[in-house]
């Protein structure tokens, strides 16, 4: 039997009252842990969702997987941890899952659309059109974006902020995270430096919050990124990968090799360590069959590159 992932127990005493939460469907509040230090804690389930089948959607244990799932590649990713803990106004304990803070010390961070609008004349983010792989990627290397200095796993032949975004473009096709928009990646400034943030805000990904009575190739053809074509149709999180693998194949080559690598039983044991009550049977299996068809996937499809 895996010992299974800890549940940490938050003190409203620890709250930092004078952060500001981001914006989103989930609450958030940010923590001071003693521990794990700053923290954003998040709810593991929000009233605006439904789904059909019978579950609970929930992000507290897909947050977790793919964090795991990240390390496996080694690529840098915000650590989660399972915990339980209170909002303002609130005397109810939640459960939920804390995004332990990746930024850099006295760094000082631009989204994603920051980026974009900085480097990609005539960007408009109120045009959706112009939200595509192509974009990102060019506003990475225009700005000689570096991957972060604190990056202890470093992987060979991956030098850009670029090559480490095809690296978080593998792994939102491997996990089928529908959550990669401009507020979810962006770039910090240290000392003389631009570095990309570690990945975060991973939740809506591998079915967590879905009906996952599809089968599992429909369910990832079905469900897409915020990444838009040239022709101004929505992307599978697929093709956004695949747009990356034209751009740098190189870099793909290497994340592809690393998603290759990771074995079923490494899979296996992640989901044996998430406590029982955090997820149910049914979306055991939903997710390990979908990952498994998304690693296929992702080996044919990079194969011509």
């Given at each position: 039997m895996?010992?299974k ?8 005493k ?25 923290c954003?804690f998040?709810e593991?389930r929000?009233?605006?969702?439904t ?7 929930r ?6 997987v793919?964090?795991?799932?990240g390390?496996?590649?080694s ?6 941890e399972?915990?339980?803990g ?5 005397v109810n ?6 995004s332990?803070?990746?930024i850099t010390?006295n760094s000082q961070?631009?989204?994603g ?8 004349n005539n ?29 202890q ?20 096709a491997?996990?089928?995270n ?5 507020h ?17 805000d ?9 009906n996952?009575?599809y089968?599992v190739?429909r369910?990832?053809s ?23 693998a ?12 690393r ?30 069959n ?9 080996i044919?499809i990079l194969?011509?590159y």
């Amino acid at each position: 039997m895996s010992e299974k992932y800890p549940i940490y127990q938050l003190n409203p005493k620890q709250k930092i009252l004078d952060k500001r939460s981001p914006d989103g469907v989930l609450r958030k509040d940010w923590y001071s842990h003693p521990e794990l230090g700053e923290c954003l804690f998040k709810e593991a389930r929000s009233t605006e969702w439904t789904i059909s089948d019978g579950r609970d959607a929930r992000a507290d244990w897909s947050e977790k997987v793919v964090n795991e799932i990240g390390n496996l590649l080694s690529l840098p990713v915000a650590r989660s941890e399972f915990a339980t803990g209170y909002f303002n106004g609130s005397v109810n304990i939640v459960e939920g899952i804390l995004s332990v803070n990746c930024i850099t010390e006295n760094s000082q961070v631009f989204t994603g659309e920051s980026l974009l609008i900085s480097n990609i004349n005539n960007y408009r983010s109120d045009n959706l059109a112009d939200y595509t792989v192509e974009n990102c990627l060019k506003s990475l290397e225009l700005a000689s974006v570096l991957p972060p200095n604190s990056w202890q796993q470093s992987v060979a032949g991956i030098e850009t902020g670029a090559d480490l975004f095809v690296g978080y473009l593998m792994l939102d096709a491997l996990c089928i995270n529908r959550d990669r928009h401009y507020h979810n990646w962006g770039v910090m400034a240290v000392d003389d430096r631009l570095e990309l943030i570690p990945s975060f805000d991973h939740g809506l990904s591998l079915g967590s919050t879905d009906n996952i009575s599809y089968s599992v190739d429909r369910y990832a053809s079905r469900f897409k990124s915020p990444f838009q074509s040239r022709t101004q149709q929505q992307l599978s999180t697929f093709s956004a990968c695949e747009i990356a693998a034209q751009l740098y194949p190189d870099a793909a080559k290497i994340w592809q090799e690393r998603v290759k690598q990771v074995t079923p039983a490494q899979i296996a044991e992640i989901f044996d360590c998430i406590p029982a009550a955090r997820i149910t049977p049914a979306a055991i299996r939903f997710a390990i069959n979908l990952l498994a068809y998304n690693q296929q996937q992702i080996i044919d499809i990079l194969t011509k590159y």
